[in-house]
């Protein structure tokens, strides 16, 4: 086997990419800004006390300024540096996952990898917390379906048509 593809990833397979740890990392703050949000507008607006409203008020401002703070680090988390977008080769042959580009290059033996997880955009291929990405897109359905078959082969994937459900119990009605 071997599968061998030229591909430039743009920022939107990134995002795509660290999304969910990048809303993790935002997550408390949005919470504490949210909550401070509501407990300031209930504490501006149902007391007559002037404090009441100047400590609601700072509260809401408070939150706001949480907010921003949370999108600009969300932001951060999901954007790469401009040499990521490079166009990158990959190369997967019966022995080892490789890509590089003029500047960098990595190779994982089959033996390394822990496990693989696919995604709608690429397939993830994990050892430890170290991952290897693979793009799904310029990847023709034929040779997919080759890689899919040789990580069977090597016990790292199990299609969904080979799990199979038990049927329940015949009754007879009774």
């Known amino acids: 086997m071997r599968i061998e593809f030229t591909h430039s990833r ?6 795509a990419q660290l999304r969910a740890d990048a809303w993790r990392g935002v997550g408390p703050t949005l919470m504490l800004a949210a909550m401070l949000a509501v407990g300031g507008a209930f504490t501006a607006l149902s007391d007559a006390d002037p404090q009441a409203t100047v400590f609601g008020v700072a509260a ?12 600009q ?3 951060g988390a999901v954007t790469v540096p401009a040499l990521w977008h490079r166009p990158r080769t990959w190369s997967i042959t019966e022995d080892a996952l490789e890509s590089h580009t003029d500047l960098s290059s990595q190779r994982w033996t089959w033996a390394a990898v822990q496990r693989v997880e696919q995604r709608p955009e690429a397939y993830l291929f994990w050892q430890g917390p170290v991952m290897f990405d693979l793009p799904r897109a310029p990847l023709s ?3 997919e379906s080759e890689l899919q078959a040789h990580l069977v082969t090597l016990g790292l994937w199990r299609p969904i048509a080979a799990v199979t459900r038990t049927a329940p119990p015949a009754t007879d009605g009774a």
């Open 141 to 143: 359905t034929a040779q």
């Open 60 to 71: 809401l401002v408070v939150a706001i300024l949480l907010t921003l703070r949370a999108r």
């Open 10 to 15: 743009g920022q939107e397979y990134f995002r």
């Open 73 to 75: 680090r969300f932001v």
